[in-house]
């Protein structure tokens, strides 16, 4: 993580959320990542324990392999302004095992066996390694599982020869949670989980429960009741428990075929919102957001009154609203930032993307997937904002609008 920006961003934080969420969010930072994460989990624990990957799942007494995926999408990192430099990676086929006797260590679900191994697959997809994401969400979620846990209640969950006692048992589950509870992870690494669990559930005839985090958001609890899951739903405190059978599938990378299922699920659930008043070019503000806010707004905004754009500040609409917005825009421009995952729901649609000095890969690689126009357009970075190059970004938009 860059520390650099931490004092400017919690002062913003405090001017827009107040005092609660800035303590909230400096007990994440400093405690989960610089103790637990940097210190206890990369110096101790983690040259102490074990990993299952992926290939050892293969051995389990009940595998079940819904899809076969033999080809490559680009990883998340790759830069969008340097496309041609694009690594690829292969995520496999898509399955479902059952583990039998895990324990689950809160509150992202790290899963751990009865032989303390911890289960990756819980938390990263192998097709991340290229940047050895699988150990850095491992440590996440082992640090989040020590501020909610306790440090020995943890470390004995994974130690060899140790041994905790889960606070209670269910009988069967599934995990829906991530190690960030933002739009991005829940939209793309946990709704997507649920297509895999119906196809086992066809398969089994019963469609497990899923864990899911206590504390949701309230868009969070929107969207996984547009998803209409068959199965029961467990809200999780975030404790220690035990799983007598961990019904576990594949960490979604995103493939293809996940990103059009989510599509069309989240469209065909939504009822008849009339947000986009007709309009198919949307900007997508962050006026709302701590950081990447944009410092020339009055010229940003000739710009886009220019060819026709309406503006949205998503944290203002229901996801529903948000789901048939996407579905019928032509053009989307915005900033990068989590409300551009949105155009998981879009079809036929060009993304123009903001980007500062990071140039964050995230909706280049689902446009890609979803076979979506991505340009993206370089802005001068001021402290956490940007500021607009509205003479290029005019350029774009008259060959998008033409």
């Known amino acids: 993580m860059d520390y650099t920006n931490v004092p400017r961003r919690a002062v913003r934080k405090y001017q827009k959320d107040g005092t ?60 969008p302004a340097a496309p041609n430099s694009m690594k690829m990676v292969a995520p496999g086929d898509r399955f479902v095992c059952e583990v039998p006797d895990v324990t ?25 390694d290229t940047r050895q994401s699988q150990p850095r969400r491992v ?35 599934a995990v829906i949670a991530s190690p960030w509870n933002n739009y991005y992870h829940w939209t793309v690494e946990c709704l997507i989980r649920i297509r895999l669990l119906e196809r086992y559930a066809a398969a089994t005839g019963e469609a497990p429960p899923i864990l899911v985090p206590e504390t949701m958001t309230p868009w969070m609890v929107e969207s996984l009741e547009l998803m209409d899951y068959a199965g029961p739903v467990i809200k999780w405190d975030g ?113 123009v993307e903001l980007l500062g000095e990071q140039k964050r890969g995230a909706f280049f690689r689902l446009s890609q997937i979803l076979e979506h126009e991505y340009i993206s357009v370089n802005c001068d970075q001021v402290g956490l904002d940007l500021r607009v190059n509205c003479k290029q970004l005019n350029e774009v938009l008259d060959q998008v609008v033409s």
Request: charged share 25%; with cysteine; aromatic share 8%.
């Open 239 to 351: 404790s220690i428990i035990g799983v007598e059978t961990l019904i576990m599938p594949t960490y979604p990378d995103p493939i293809p075929s996940e990103c059009f299922w989510l599509r069309d699920r989240m469209r065909s659930n939504i009822g008849s919102p009339d947000i986009a008043n007709g309009s198919d070019r949307i900007y997508i503000s962050r006026e709302d957001a701590t950081v990447r806010d944009v410092r020339n707004k009055d010229r940003l905004q000739m710009t886009l009154d220019r060819y026709g754009f309406d503006t949205y500040i998503l944290s203002e609409l229901s996801v529903e609203e948000q789901v048939g917005l996407f579905a019928t825009a032509d053009v989307i421009v915005g900033p990068h930032g989590a409300g551009l995952t949105n155009c998981i729901y879009a079809e036929d649609v060009t993304i």
């Open 104 to 128: 689950l260590l809160g509150p992202v679900g790290l899963g751990v066996t009865n032989e303390n191994k911890i289960l990756a697959e819980t938390v990263a997809s192998p097709a991340f």
């Open 139 to 173: 440590g996440d979620a082992l640090a989040k599982s020590m501020a909610t846990n306790g440090v020995r209640s943890t470390i004995a969950a994974v130690r060899p020869k140790n041994n905790v006692t889960p606070q209670k048992i269910i009988e069967r589950g």
């Open 20 to 79: 609660r969420a800035l303590l909230s969010e400096g007990t994440a930072l400093f405690l989960e990542d610089l103790l637990f994460n940097q210190i206890v989990y990369k110096r101790y624990l983690r040259p102490r324990t074990r990993v299952i990957g992926r290939e050892a799942l293969f051995d389990c007494d009940q595998l079940y392999t819904f899809e076969t995926f033999d080809g490559k999408i680009p990883i998340k990192e790759v830069s």
